[in-house]
């Protein structure tokens, strides 16, 4: 597969419809557990986990692996691969899935570039990233995507690099981050024509 070099200026906020629809595999068993008899918590967390699976038609993703804590303003890095679960009914809204994300700084990594892949199902895209900013990396949706599973699709982001602050500056932060996601965008016709947005959890 041939990558392309992308990159994308941050646009003004509050020009398409918000929704807060991401949520942590983890937040999600910490209101489950509130509501459970703790004798009955680990099935109650099974049936009602499996039940917000079949609920991911509303928009709803859950991040699973590879993604940190959200930062102060609601982004959130990752490590060199992250997945997550998004409601198949995105493809009414558009026939295009967006990723943005941020580099704050090109020299943390070898090479002073990084490869991105981005994957929903069987469509995957890549992007090389040479410069510090926001940029985007998009993958068409297909109707056969909605046919083929009814309820969400899974999604995955891979990086060829990532980097531990602490060995970079002596920073007290030891976490290995590889880039910082800023949102989802769906998209109907083209990546740039968008028709909602999807932001990542504040808490």
């Not at 509303?58 to 409601?87: M, S, V």
């Not at 040479?130 to 891979?158: C, M, N, Q, W």
Request: charged share 25%.
């Amino acid at each position: 597969m041939q990558c392309i070099i992308a990159n994308v200026q941050r646009r003004p906020p509050g020009v398409f419809l918000q929704s807060p629809d991401f949520i942590k595999k983890e937040m999600l068993f910490k209101k489950i557990q509130a509501r459970a008899d703790k004798d009955e918590i680990d099935q109650y967390i099974s049936d009602q986990y499996e039940q917000f699976l079949l609920n991911t038609k509303q928009h709803k993703i859950i991040l699973l692996d590879g993604w940190h804590e959200p930062e102060a303003d609601g982004y959130c890095w990752i490590r060199k691969n992250a997945t997550f679960l998004i409601g198949s009914s995105i493809i009414k809204e558009g026939n295009f899935l967006n990723v943005e994300f941020y580099i704050p700084d090109i020299t943390n990594y070898s090479n002073n570039s990084i490869e991105i892949k981005f994957r929903i199902e069987n469509e995957e895209r890549c992007t090389l990233i040479e410069s510090d900013g926001f940029h985007r990396v998009s993958v068409p949706l297909s109707l056969f995507l909605h046919i083929a599973r009814a309820d969400y699709l899974k999604g995955e982001i891979t990086t060829s690099e990532e980097f531990s602050p602490a060995a970079l500056s002596g920073s007290p932060d030891t976490r290995l981050l590889s880039i910082l996601i800023t949102k989802f965008e769906i998209a109907q016709g083209s990546p740039d024509n968008l028709n909602n947005l999807i932001h990542l959890p504040t808490e």
